[in-house]
């Protein structure tokens, strides 16, 4: 089985490979479950298990080149994965077009020396995304976020009210609040 306790130091060892197969790229959101592992170590093993890392780029396009370089060097089915057991999902920005806006001032910001900023998503944004996401997976991951008391049902709900999502996406997060909740 692939994957691993994730931590800063996997992130920033697949991201300056990232930086390696993509040298123009300068900026990069991290919005999945591996940015919540990278900033908070404190978290029980299982919230910072996962298989990859999912990087979203700021400055650039996602260019087919690129991609196959990402996917060759540091994907799912590459070398790098199979030797580090965690890999770099190189995503678009429709990955976060649900995100409760001013997500973006609220990323903490991680500086490699090679020239890559990492903006990685606060806790609260990639709990709503996995709210969003709604597989199975991502209640169970909300669900254990929640009992740690490092986010809480006010923080969601108060990014919720505030996000102007469509009615059938909102729909969704509140379909997998639900499910939270009822599970809680």
């Given amino acids: 089985m692939y994957g691993k306790e994730l931590t800063l130091a996997d992130l920033e060892r697949v ?7 993509v040298p123009a790229l300068t900026d990069a959101y991290v919005i999945g479950s591996g940015a919540v592992a990278a900033l908070h170590p404190e978290l029980p093993g299982e919230l910072r298990f996962s298989v990859d890392f999912d990087f979203v780029p700021q400055n650039l396009p996602i260019l087919y080149f690129d991609s196959m370089l990402v996917d ?11 030797t580090e057991l965690v890999y770099a999902d190189y ?11 001013g ?4 990323a903490h910001q991680i500086i490699l020396p090679e020239g890559l900023v990492l903006h990685v998503l606060d806790v609260c944004d990639v709990a709503y995304n996995k709210l969003y996401a709604g597989r199975p997976k991502d209640i169970v991951w909300v669900r254990g976020l929640l009992g740690t008391g490092i986010i ?19 729909e969704k997060v509140e379909r997998s609040m639900a499910q939270v909740r009822a599970q809680t």
Avoid: M, Q, Y
């Fill in 15 to 21: 991201a300056r490979k990232l930086k390696w197969c």
């Fill in 72 to 82: 060759r060097f540091i994907g799912a089915e590459s070398e790098f994965r199979d």
């Fill in 91 to 101: 995503a678009t920005p429709d990955t976060v077009r649900c995100t409760p806006p």
């Fill in 103 to 106: 997500w973006k001032e609220r």
């Fill in 152 to 170: 809480t049902w006010a923080r969601l709900e108060e990014l919720h009210a505030a996000n102007p999502l469509a009615a059938a996406d909102r």
